[in-house]
């Protein structure tokens, strides 16, 4: 059965500084992998995804992620942060020939102004 | 319009009631989940219908009952409420099933007293 980590609970970055949300995952077979973002009493944000192809996929909002297959890695990563950056984000995973979707415990990104 | 839209917003009652939750989404997407955030935000798959066929059963209390009428819609039927049922209940739609970019509807928060 598939699974995914997110070893970090928060997240605290200052402004215009890059960031890095961490995310591991396992699966059996390929993987299909997915950040998500939730802001405050609000549903849950599709950002980007990896299927297949390059490395680097970049997403929503000028947040970018990239795939480490050898390192079983998909961390979320973004140039230069932005207080309204600030929300929770999930690392998703699915197994290739599974219709699950299974979410990470999330992180807390917090931006300093 | 809202794309995946829930109700009611926010659901109060007493333990051993029995309360539903709708769910709709206007995006022609065949596939619908249910998923549960418990109150540390772990987000918990529950349900799956693809066209108004059960595709995902996780293991789920069967007091929880989903119905989809059609595949724009898929309600949760949950029979004698629990403390522990409290959380908020995530409806997402899917182009197609495992497909991966979720449309979330924005919750319901249930509490059971």
């Known amino acids: 059965a598939q699974s995914v980590a997110q070893p970090e609970d928060q997240v605290n970055v200052a402004e215009g500084n890059p960031l890095t949300v961490k995310c591991t995952y396992s699966?059996?077979?390929?993987?299909?992998l997915f950040w998500y973002v939730q802001y405050p009493n609000r549903g849950l944000q599709f950002l980007l995804k990896?299927?297949?192809?390059?490395?680097l996929v970049k997403g929503s909002y000028g947040f970018e992620a990239e795939f480490n297959k050898s390192q079983t890695s998909f961390h979320l990563k973004k140039p230069s942060a932005l207080v309204s950056d600030s929300a929770l984000y999930f690392c998703a995973v699915r197994d290739w020939g599974d219709d699950k979707i299974i979410f990470g415990k999330g992180t807390r990104l917090h931006i300093l102004p | 319009d809202t794309a995946v839209s829930q109700t009611p917003k926010y659901l109060v009652t007493q333990m051993g009631n029995d309360k539903s939750i709708k769910c709709e989404q206007n995006l022609g997407h065949d596939t619908m989940y249910w998923y549960k955030q418990d109150s540390k935000k772990f987000l918990k798959i529950m349900f799956s219908?693809?066209?108004?066929?059960?595709?995902i059963n996780e293991t789920v209390p069967n007091r929880f009952s989903p119905k989809s009428p059609d595949k724009a819609h898929l309600n949760l039927h949950i029979n004698s409420l629990e403390l522990g049922d409290s959380a908020v209940y995530f409806c997402?739609?899917?182009?197609?099933?495992?497909?991966?970019?979720?449309?979330f509807g924005s919750g319901t928060q249930l509490s059971v007293l």
């Open positions: 990896y299927i297949t192809g390059d490395n």
């Open positions: 699966v059996s077979g390929n993987p299909y």
């Open positions: 997402a739609s899917n182009p197609r099933p495992g497909g991966g970019k979720l449309f």
């Open positions: 219908y693809n066209n108004k066929e059960l595709i």
